[in-house]
C-alpha cells in the first residue's frame, strides 16, 4: 500500500535559519505529492505540489522537488519567520488505476521558529 | 465563497451517544471526502463522494460509522454508539473533478470529537 514517512519532530529554528524537512514515500502507482501546512486552530492549507519527477513546487519561499530516484519530497526554506511556525504534512495522491484523488499524509513535523 | 464549512466545530458527548457531523462544501465542488485525523497523527482517509454517490470506504470506517451526501451537495457523518477511540478531528475536504484532474482540493477547519 501507499505510506509516507517524514522526519519526526518538532524542529526549532531561530528565524532566518535554513529549514529543510525530510518526506520519503511508498507507492504502487506514479503518485502527486504534497506539503500541507496547519497552523493552530485552522484547517488544513496545500502549500505546494508536484505531479511527476523532477518537478519543483514552490510557494511563499518554500521548494520541495520530486525525486523518484529516492522517493523523496524534501521541503526547504532558506530563511524561516516567526510565521512559518506550524505543522508540516507531506502526502500524496496515488492516482493509478483511476480517478481517486484520497491523499496519504505523513505523521506531520511541528515547526517553531523562535525570533 | 466561504470555503468548506463544517459544524459543529467542536463536539463533546458521552460514551454510548450518537453524533452527527455536517460538511458543506465548495458550491461548485462534486468530490467530497472525509478524514478522521487523532493527535499526533496525520489525517486518514475515511470515505469520499463523487456527486451523491458514495465510491469509497476505508477499513476504518466500522459499521458504527455511515456518511450520507443527498442530492450530492452537503454530506453528513453520522457516528453511533461512541467510543473514547472515537475522540479525533473530523476533516472535510472538497474538490472539483473532471477530465483527468482533480481542481481546487480545499479542507474544511474540522469537527474536533471528544468522547467522555
Known amino acids: 500500500g501507499n505510506s509516507v514517512t517524514q522526519m519526526e519532530g518538532p524542529v526549532t529554528l531561530s528565524e532566518e535559519a535554513f529549514l529543510t524537512i525530510n518526506c520519503t514515500y511508498t507507492a504502487t502507482g506514479y503518485p502527486s505529492l504534497f506539503w500541507y501546512v496547519q497552523y493552530p486552530g485552522e484547517g488544513l492549507q496545500l502549500l505546494l505540489k508536484a505531479t511527476k519527477a523532477d518537478d519543483k513546487g514552490s510557494n511563499k519561499g518554500f521548494e520541495a522537488t520530486y525525486r523518484k530516484e529516492t522517493t523523496s519530497f524534501h521541503l526547504e526554506k532558506g530563511s524561516v519567520q516567526v510565521s512559518d511556525s506550524a505543522v508540516y504534512f507531506c502526502?500524496?495522491?496515488?492516482?493509478?488505476?483511476?480517478?481517486?484523488?484520497?491523499?496519504?499524509f505523513g505523521k506531520g513535523t511541528l515547526l517553531t521558529v523562535n525570533p | 465563497d466561504t470555503g468548506v464549512s463544517q459544524d459543529p466545530r467542536h463536539k463533546i458527548t458521552k460514551r454510548g451517544q450518537n453524533v452527527t457531523f455536517r460538511c458543506d462544501p465548495i458550491?461548485?465542488?462534486?468530490?467530497l471526502y472525509w478524514y478522521r485525523q487523532t493527535l499526533g497523527q496525520g489525517p486518514e482517509f475515511l470515505t469520499y463522494f463523487q456527486n451523491e454517490a458514495q465510491l469509497e470506504k476505508s477499513r476504518l470506517l466500522s459499521d458504527r460509522f455511515s456518511a450520507e451526501r443527498p442530492k450530492g451537495s452537503f454530506s453528513t457523518l453520522e457516528i453511533q454508539r461512541t467510543e473514547q477511540g472515537d475522540s479525533a478531528m473530523y476533516l472535510c475536504?472538497?474538490?472539483?473533478?473532471f477530465g483527468d484532474g482533480d481542481y481546487g482540493y480545499t479542507f474544511g477547519s474540522g469537527t474536533r470529537l471528544t468522547v467522555v
Open positions: 458550491s461548485e465542488h462534486n468530490r
Open positions: 475536504a472538497s474538490s472539483l473533478a
Open positions: 502526502a500524496l495522491s496515488d492516482n493509478s488505476g483511476g480517478s481517486n484523488y484520497k491523499l496519504t
